[in-house]
Structure formats: C-alpha cells, structure tokens
C-alpha cells in the first residue's frame, strides 16, 4: 500500500485567485426580472483558502497564502483572521474577484457566477512565491488550488512545484485549464476532474479503464506521481504505481456542490499529515467533499459529518491498468 513520506502536521495552501463569495437564494430565476433574493452570506473563498478551512476544520492546522486587494481582499482577508486562520497575505493593486451563488428554491437547482479576477504583475506573482517558500519550510504538506488569474502565465503552477521540490515538501495541485496542462514535473498528487483529465489528453474517456489509462500517462510524462480523477457523483479513481483504486461515494442528500472538491482535496492532506497511507488518506477525502454538500455555500464541513462519512465509506476497489 502506497504511503508517502510526510513529516510534520501542517499544511500550506496557495490560492492565486482568491474571490468573496456571495451566496443568497430567491424562489425561481427568471431572466429579466427583478429578482427578490434572501439575506446574502459572505465566506472567503477560492481552492487553496477553501482547502485550509477544511483542512482546519478536520483538526490541522493551516496557513494560507494568497494575493488580495481592493474593498473585496481586505474582506477576504478579514473574515479568514475573524475564523482564526493564518495567513500570508500578498497585497496586490488589483480588486479581489467577487463570486455569486444563487439558490433556486423551487427547484433546488443552483446558479454560479465566477469572475475573471484581478491581473496580477510580475512582482506581485515574485512575491507569492517568495512567501510560499518562506511558509513551505515548515509545512509537512502544500497545496495550490484553483485557477490562475489573469496576467499569471500558465506555467506557474510548475514554478510552485519547483519551489516544492528545493525544500522536500509533498505537493498536492488541483488546478484546470493551462494551470494543469504547463506542469512537467514535481507534483506529488495531481486531482483532476474527469472533464480536466479529457482536457489533458483530448479524448472522450468513456470507460474505466479509458480513465486509469489517461491517468497514468500523466503519471509517465512525469507530471506527477499519483493522480486522482474526481468523478463527481461517481466518486474518484486513483491511478497509483502499476494500477489504481476505484473509490465509491459516499451517499449523502443533495445539497450545495461548491468547494466540494477543495474539501476531498483537503480531506486526503490531511490523512497524510496523520501518517495515512495514501489509499485510506483518499478514502477521508472522498468523505470530506461528501460531507461539504452538508453545509451552506462554502463553509467548511464539519469534523464530525467527516468521520462519520468516513467510517460509512465503502471500500476503495483495486483496478488493474489495461495496456496494448
């Protein structure tokens, strides 16, 4: 069973294009309409800050860093030290992206609306990554997640991986779009999502085993050394040295979708920091993005939904790689 070699118990997550989120509900939707919407919630979101409020959550502690400017990055910033988070924050000139959710009451279904974001220059991406490095020396784990905004060329995320790999840190990336295609090297474990990994190698991936063997060619490109597909509603497959593990979900009643990837993110860095192997870490990951559909927008799932998830997971599948 495949065990990395973690030392320490912290984590250190990276969010390059952090947003406000805003999240309020109304009856029906109508296009054109002036539309009367509950009071609104306001949580500091995007990956890298989603995955530390889990991960703090489910009892690690958690640094983040990430850049932020204007009205809406002071109340990012804000609200994360209000929740006792720690945080490095990169003051940039641009305006902190807003996001807004909208929950259909009627129908149950959900709108999301993601901004671009601020575009970050190259002092300011200098200065995220000099304060990964000085905060990564005394992580046991760091994790980017989330898109690149704008002015941040897609081979940063490949720069992180190198920061990782000077100081021996275990790096964890769930990233999309050219964030995810510009990495090569360095990456411990790559979470794609099954449309990120069609992305990644330009096929329909229909199959199981169409999947685990998109998987692994990441794997011997050298992009990374473990990657694992979220299939949403399906659960996750873990492609892993000659094969993989097929992770069933976990049942839990609909609810809102976002940060649920984070959490699952979060959820297995954290059964690494506890000396897990990294099956078992996966099958805590699988339960924490389960239980983020138990709470409102994107607050953080709680430790106890987790662990009870957790010991109602079923066993992970081994699946065996299929080659021509």
């Known amino acids: 069973m495949t065990t990395l070699a973690v030392t320490g118990h912290r984590i250190l997550t990276l969010t390059m294009n952090p947003a406000l989120d805003i999240t309020t509900s109304t009856d029906v939707v109508h296009s054109t309409d002036k539309l009367r919407c509950a009071a609104a919630r306001y949580d500091a979101g995007g990956g ?8 703090q959550a489910l009892g690690t502690d958690a640094t983040a860093v990430f850049p932020a400017g204007g009205p809406a990055g002071d109340m990012v910033h804000n609200l994360l030290v209000a929740e006792g988070l720690a945080v490095r924050r990169v003051k940039i000139g641009g305006s902190t992206r807003e996001s807004f959710t909208v929950d259909e009451t009627s129908t149950g279904k959900q709108y999301r609306f993601v901004l671009p974001g601020p ?13 990964l490095r000085r905060a990564a020396a005394s992580a046991a784990i760091v994790v980017a997640s989330g898109s690149l905004p704008p002015g941040v060329p897609p081979d940063f995320y490949q720069q992180v991986a190198n920061v990782c790999a000077d100081i021996g840190a275990v ?5 999309s779009g050219g964030g995810l295609r510009h990495v090569n090297a ?5 979470k794609p999502s099954l449309r990120e990994l069609r992305g990644c190698v330009g096929r329909e991936l229909t ?3 169409e999947q685990l063997a998109a998987a692994h060619e990441l ?3 050298g992009c990374a050394e473990h990657v694992l597909v979220s299939l949403g509603a399906q659960g996750a497959l873990l492609a892993t040295g000659g094969g993989g593990h097929r992770f069933p979900p976990v049942e839990v009643p609909a609810g809102s979708g976002v940060g649920a990837g984070d959490a699952m ?8 920091t506890r000396g897990w192997p990294l099956v078992k870490a996966v099958r805590m990951g699988i339960a924490a993005g389960a239980a983020m559909l138990l709470t409102p927008g994107t607050a953080p799932c709680t430790r106890e939904d987790a662990d ?17």
Not at 171 to 175: M, P, Q, V
Not at 186 to 190: A, C, D, F, P
Not at 265 to 272: F, K, M, Q, S
Not at 314 to 320: I, T
């Open 48 to 55: 890298g800050i989603n995955v530390a409020h889990v991960a």
């Open 119 to 131: 575009e970050l220059t190259v002092a300011e991406q200098t200065e995220c990554l000099l304060q």
């Open 171 to 175: 790096f964890l990336l769930d990233t």
């Open 186 to 190: 360095g990456v411990t474990l790559l």
């Open 207 to 209: 199959t199981e085993a």
């Open 219 to 221: 794997i011997s490109r």
């Open 265 to 272: 993110v979060a959820g297995v860095a954290v059964g690494l």
């Open 308 to 324: 009870r998830l957790f010991e109602l997971a079923d066993s992970p599948v081994e699946v065996q790689l299929v080659t021509s």
